[in-house]
C-alpha cells in the first residue's frame, strides 16, 4: 500500500520561507506524477503544484507562480515543495498526491481527480 509522509510545515511570517516535503513508500514513485494541493476549512481543495514523473512539466496555480517551486527526487521518493515569499493567504493545510502513470498534461496535474493516494498533510501557518 501507498504511503506519503509530509514534513517541513509550521508557523512562519509573512514574506518568509518554507520547504515542504513529501516521501512516498509501498509503491513505485518515479512513473507518476506527483502534486501539491492545500486547503483549508470551509473552502475547496486548491491544486497548488504539480510536476510529471522526470520533473520536466509542471503545474502552478496562478496565486503561487513565480513564489513556489516544485521539485522531486526519483532515487528519494521524495517530491518537495519550496514556498518563497509566503503570505497569510498560504495558510492552509499541505498535502501531497501521487498522480496518475505517466500523466504529464496540465490538465491532468491540475485535477485533483487524478490523484489516487494522499498523505495526512502539514500545516502552513503565515502571521502577517
Known amino acids: 500500500q501507498v504511503q506519503l509522509v509530509e514534513s517541513g510545515g509550521g508557523l512562519v511570517q509573512a514574506g518568509g520561507s518554507l520547504r515542504l516535503s513529501c516521501v512516498v513508500s509501498?509503491?513505485?514513485?518515479?512513473?507518476?506524477?506527483m502534486g501539491w494541493f492545500r486547503q483549508t476549512p470551509g473552502k475547496d481543495r486548491e491544486t497548488v503544484a504539480a510536476?510529471?514523473?522526470?520533473?520536466?512539466?509542471?503545474y502552478y496555480a496562478d496565486s503561487v507562480k513565480g513564489r513556489f517551486i516544485v521539485t522531486r527526487d526519483n532515487a528519494k521518493n521524495t517530491v518537495y515543495l519550496q514556498m518563497n515569499n509566503l503570505q497569510p493567504e498560504d495558510t492552509a493545510t499541505y498535502y501531497c498526491?501521487?498522480?496518475?502513470?505517466?500523466?504529464?498534461?496540465?490538465?491532468?496535474?491540475?485535477?485533483?481527480?487524478?490523484?489516487?493516494?494522499w498523505g495526512q498533510g502539514t500545516l502552513v501557518t503565515v502571521s502577517s
Open positions: 498526491a501521487r498522480g496518475g502513470y505517466f500523466d504529464s498534461s496540465s490538465d491532468a496535474l491540475s485535477n485533483g481527480r487524478k490523484y489516487s493516494s
Open positions: 509501498g509503491g513505485t514513485f518515479r512513473t507518476y506524477a
Open positions: 510536476l510529471n514523473w522526470n520533473g520536466v512539466t509542471t
